[in-house]
């Protein structure tokens, strides 16, 4: 089976991620997986509006901009699920009282839409310096009509596609994934190898995060001039 | 410290007192920024440099930021934003606002005190900074009764920049401010809350030292020291 950009099943897009690009946000992170593009831009911890003040731990608010158009009802879904997935992973008992908005623009989307959104997600709140448990990567596997499963897929093979799973891990050796969406029909087999080959390469994404942030950690402690 | 070791959230850090030490009264691990406990293990909770002092028994994690959270004893400078009864709101780049007193001043009485407009410029210490409570600063030494150099900053220029540069600044060994100090005379005040307020006798030159401040911040010693003299000399 050839892919339409000739890669193989399981190997992801070239990876991009540059952190600080916008000035006026606490911290912000530009994302990419090939052509698909998000940049996300986190505020926080800032002064919360009285309905969404918690007196134990931070709100946190994330707001999610498509491409083209508002946001669609598909969109707010995205917008709660990446909630749920970084209020587990936030340390916001350590700022009660205070608000963390992350905000996601899709700057160009060739599939694996939600994916980029949460590497960027979590760059951008790494950048910003927001007490995380750990950092999460995600990846997308699309099961095609053949019933071949392909990783990381392209906006016209999820246009193919019978089902489309996109799973998030955390950078730790056990536990289960911090994120699961599944669309589509497909098998309780098919879910199963979209797992197994997620969770590979989202250990190739975990490791393109650390090394994207110790190069910035490097060139803001001048550790590589001294 | 000889080497570096950059940590990520999620990193699992070695704390293990040395045996010789186990069962002392000092052995007692004390935990910085950037670090958590989660359950029976010490993990970092920010990405930054790993530092640790071995007789103390001391870590902590240094990184950057552009977001203040006050934090008790730290200068900042401020910008006032509201007056009310007892004191004013003072804005210094945390999640609310902080209060400075009225009295929270040098010779400040009940019938003699500050008059600060919205819009000025202070230079204060934090005294109430935790998680539950709005941020508390005061102008002058409480137990001294003397300013110490903190009060309102007349004239000159605020600007913004990293929690870090501004860490670096302070640190007295700053390259920039040095090499700035040697050839034009300037004053400045900086907070560790990412403001720096830089005053000198004409405008021109407050840009310059404002440019060469804000340009410093990835540059080593030489690279400063060249930048500055390059700045010096399109003057």
């Known amino acids: 089976m050839t892919r339409p950009d000739r890669r193989e099943a399981t190997q992801i897009r070239a990876l991009h991620c540059a952190l600080g690009q916008l000035s006026r946000v606490d911290g912000s992170a530009q994302f990419s997986l090939g052509d698909t593009s998000v940049l996300c831009g986190v505020y926080g911890p800032v002064d919360v509006k009285i309905y969404d003040e918690k007196l134990d731990r931070a709100h946190i608010e994330v707001k999610f901009r498509p491409d083209i158009g508002v946001p669609t009802t598909k969109d707010k879904w995205t917008e709660s699920a990446v909630r749920q997935t970084f209020e587990q992973l936030i340390l916001g008992q350590l700022h009660p009282r205070t608000l963390v908005q992350i905000n996601i623009q899709v700057r160009q989307a060739d599939g694996a839409v939600d994916a980029a959104a949460i590497n960027a997600a979590t760059m951008a709140l790494v950048d910003a310096a927001i007490p995380l448990h750990s950092i999460v990567g995600a990846a997308t596997c699309a099961v095609l009509e053949s019933g071949a499963v392909v990783v ?33 029909d497909f098998t309780m087999d098919e879910y199963n190898r979209c797992y197994d080959l997620c969770a590979t390469s989202v250990e190739r994404v975990l490791a393109f995060m650390r090394s994207a942030i110790e190069s910035k950690v490097s060139k803001e402690s001048k550790l590589s001039t001294t | 410290m000889t080497d570096v070791r950059v940590v990520i959230p999620g990193d699992i850090i070695d704390t293990t007192i040395s045996a010789e030490d186990d069962g002392a009264e000092t052995a007692v691990l004390r935990l910085g920024p950037g670090l958590a406990q989660v359950g029976e293990e010490i993990s970092a909770s920010a990405a930054g440099v790993l530092h640790n002092k071995e007789e103390t028994h001391q870590w902590w994690v240094v990184s950057n930021r552009r977001r203040y959270v006050a934090a008790e004893g730290e200068p900042v400078v401020g910008v006032v934003v509201g007056r009310h009864g007892e004191g004013y709101r003072v804005d210094i780049g945390s999640a609310q606002d902080a209060l400075l007193p009225l009295l929270a001043f040098e010779g400040a009485t009940r019938r003699n005190k500050p008059n600060l407009t919205i819009g000025a410029v202070v230079y204060a210490r934090v005294v109430v900074a935790n998680s539950v409570m709005d941020p508390e600063i005061e102008c002058y030494n409480s137990n001294t009764g003397k300013s110490e150099g903190y009060g309102e900053l007349t004239g000159g220029f605020m600007f913004k920049c990293s929690l ?42 407050t840009v310059l030292v404002v440019n060469a401040i804000k340009n410093s911040e990835y540059l080593t010693v030489k690279q400063c020291k060249q930048m500055v003299r390059e700045l010096l000399d399109k003057r």
Do not use: C, M
């Not at chain 1, 016209?156 to 089902?163: H, L, N, T």
């Not at chain 2, 390259?175 to 040697?182: D, H, I, M, T, Y």
């Open chain 2, 164 to 205: 870090g540069l501004a860490r670096h600044l302070i640190s007295a060994k700053a390259p920039v401010l040095n090499a700035l100090g040697a050839q034009i005379p300037f004053e400045t005040a900086v907070g560790v809350n990412g403001r720096v307020w830089v005053n000198t006798e004409s405008p021109e030159t």
């Open chain 1, 152 to 184: 990381d897929p392209t906006q016209e093979e999820v246009e193919q596609a019978r089902s489309i799973h996109t799973l998030a891990f955390e950078n730790k050796t056990t536990g289960s994934p911090a994120y699961v969406d599944s669309r589509g």
